[in-house]
C-alpha cells in the first residue's frame, strides 16, 4: 500500500479512503481508526464557527489518536458544520426556554466581523445553548458513526493483510 497515489482514482477515493487505508498497513488497529473516525465526525459538527480544527487536535491528542485521519474527518465536514450552526442553536435554545435569535449565518457572520467583541458579548448564552445541544447529539453520533465504520474497517485491514499474505 506504499505505493504512489494513481491519479486515475477519483479525487474522493485519493483524499479520503487512501489515507484512511494506508493507516490500516502502518499498524494503527481498525478500532483506533474507527474511533478516530467517529470523534472526527462529532468534532467536525462543534457548533462554534472557527474552533473544530481546534476541537479535533486536542481530542486526538488527549485520546491518542490519528491527528492527519481526524483533520481529514473534520475538514471533509465543512458543509455540515456550517449547515448545523443555526439548528444547533435554536435546539439549545429550546431546551433551555431561551428566546430564539434571529437572522441566518451571513447576518451573523456580518456581525461578527463589524465587531467581533461585541458579536461574543451579544451571543455568547446562544453559543453554549448550541454547544449544549452539540454535546446531546454528538455523543450518540459518535457511537453511531463508530458502529458503523468498525466492520467495515476490520474488513478492510483483513483484505489487506490477505493480499500481504498472498504476495509473500
Same mark, same amino acid.
Not at 477515493?13 to 478500532?31: D, Y
Not at 491527528?67 to 471533509?76: N, R
Not at 426556554?97 to 457572520?109: D, R
Given at each position: &500500500?506504499?505505493?504512489?497515489?494513481?491519479?486515475?482514482?477519483?479525487?474522493?477515493? @485519493?483524499?479520503?479512503?487512501? #489515507?484512511?487505508?494506508?493507516?490500516?498497513?502502518?499498524?494503527?488497529?481498525?478500532?483506533?481508526?474507527?474511533?478516530?473516525?467517529?470523534?472526527?465526525?462529532?468534532?467536525?459538527? +462543534?457548533?462554534? &464557527?472557527g474552533?473544530?480544527?481546534?476541537?479535533? +487536535?486536542l481530542?486526538?491528542? !488527549?485520546?491518542?489518536?490519528?491527528?492527519?485521519? &481526524?483533520?481529514?474527518?473534520?475538514?471533509?465536514?465543512?458543509?455540515?458544520?456550517?449547515?448545523?450552526? !443555526?439548528?444547533?442553536?435554536? +435546539?439549545?435554545?429550546?431546551?433551555?426556554?431561551?428566546?430564539?435569535?434571529?437572522?441566518?449565518?451571513?447576518?451573523?457572520?456580518?456581525?461578527?466581523?463589524?465587531?467581533?467583541?461585541?458579536?461574543?458579548?451579544?451571543?455568547? !448564552?446562544?453559543?453554549?445553548?448550541?454547544?449544549?445541544?452539540?454535546?446531546?447529539?454528538?455523543? #450518540?453520533?459518535?457511537?453511531?458513526?463508530?458502529l458503523?465504520?468498525?466492520?467495515?474497517? @476490520?474488513?478492510?485491514?483483513? @483484505?489487506?493483510? @490477505?493480499?500481504?499474505?498472498?504476495?509473500?
Amino acid at each position: &500500500m506504499n505505493e504512489a497515489p494513481n491519479k486515475k482514482d477519483p479525487w474522493w477515493k @485519493r483524499w479520503f479512503i487512501n #489515507p484512511v487505508l494506508k493507516q490500516l498497513t502502518q499498524g494503527i488497529s481498525a478500532e483506533k481508526l474507527a474511533w478516530t473516525i467517529a470523534i472526527g465526525c462529532g468534532c467536525g459538527i +462543534f457548533p462554534i &464557527m472557527g474552533t473544530t480544527s481546534i476541537v479535533c +487536535f486536542l481530542a486526538a491528542a !488527549l485520546l491518542g489518536l490519528n491527528q492527519p485521519v &481526524m483533520q481529514v474527518v473534520c475538514h471533509s465536514l465543512w458543509p455540515a458544520h456550517l449547515a448545523l450552526i !443555526l439548528p444547533f442553536i435554536k +435546539f439549545g435554545q429550546s431546551i433551555h426556554g431561551a428566546t430564539p435569535i434571529t437572522g441566518s449565518v451571513p447576518t451573523l457572520l456580518k456581525e461578527f466581523f463589524a465587531s467581533p467583541w461585541q458579536f461574543t458579548q451579544d451571543y455568547w !448564552l446562544a453559543a453554549w445553548h448550541g454547544i449544549v445541544a452539540w454535546a446531546l447529539i454528538a455523543i #450518540p453520533l459518535i457511537f453511531l458513526t463508530r458502529l458503523i465504520t468498525l466492520p467495515l474497517l @476490520r474488513a478492510a485491514a483483513l @483484505r489487506i493483510e @490477505r493480499r500481504k499474505g498472498a504476495s509473500a
